[in-house]
């Protein structure tokens, strides 16, 4: 397969069969995720992996999702501003704006960028994946769990394996309404935009409830807009916590 095609065919991987992932193939998508571009060519993220599996079950919890648990390769990336701060330090240069937003935003992306590199190449060689934000469910315990030094922070979950399930191809909604020319456009009633995808959307399958229809794309945004995860609104201040300012 193409790397097009399979990117074209991503589907999110839950369940995984219990065959580990070869290290020489685990070493090349770390090879992948070195060469990832980066803001300003400062490589401003890490990632850790979590092979404890006391720390797995724990990382799961936080989740709320025990499958999280069961994944062959459970990688966490981070925004790192620690690394670079104290190279600056030894080289008694600045640090003033290391902890300002501009630099976390650059970790963030940075850690999103190496994130979907690895999985674009896992899925190339026949592994699964599934992006994790639910890592952030409770960002403060994750970042005591994983021993975080100031000036880092969790960004995103990924679990990797070979596939135990063929999910559906999840629908998404038409390009017209994302993607536009020269500035941003807005639609009268985005209801009747995307009349026909809430209508596909209440045919799909999600595995994790694989005998129930999911909701219209709409319902799902009403009811996670409702949705409240408290830990979860105090994530810029945990960030703060960590060193990171305004």
Avoid: W
Wanted: charged fraction near 25%; proline fraction near 4%.
């Amino acid at each position: 397969m193409n790397n097009l095609q399979s990117q074209l065919e991503h589907r999110t991987i839950r369940q995984f069969k219990q065959e580990p992932i070869p290290e020489t193939l685990f070493d090349q998508l770390m090879a992948v995720a070195r060469q990832t571009a980066t803001s300003n060519g400062m490589q401003q993220y890490s990632i850790i992996r979590v092979t404890d599996p006391e720390l797995k079950q724990s990382i799961a919890e936080i989740c709320h999702q025990k499958y999280v648990a069961r994944a062959p390769e459970l990688l966490i990336f981070i925004a790192d501003q620690h690394r670079n701060a104290q190279i600056a330090k030894e080289k008694a240069g600045s640090v003033f704006y290391a902890s300002d937003m501009d630099r976390f935003f650059q970790g963030v992306t940075d850690a999103c960028l190496a994130a979907q590199n690895v999985v674009n190449a896992a899925e190339r060689i026949g592994l699964g994946a599934m992006f994790l934000g639910s890592i952030l469910n409770d960002a403060e315990k994750l970042c005591e769990l994983l021993k975080l030094p100031p000036l880092t922070f969790p960004v995103v979950g990924l679990g990797l394996g070979y596939p135990n399930q063929s999910p559906q191809l999840k629908p998404r909604m038409a390009n017209t309404l994302k993607i536009f020319e020269n500035s941003y456009q807005s639609f009268d009633s985005y209801l009747t935009e995307i009349a026909d995808y809430d209508e596909e959307m209440q045919t799909y399958y999600d595995l994790r409830n694989a005998n129930k229809r999911v909701d219209s794309f709409s319902d799902q945004v009403v009811a996670k807009l409702q949705a409240v995860i408290d830990k979860r609104q105090d994530i810029m201040a945990i960030a703060k916590k960590q060193g990171f300012t305004d």
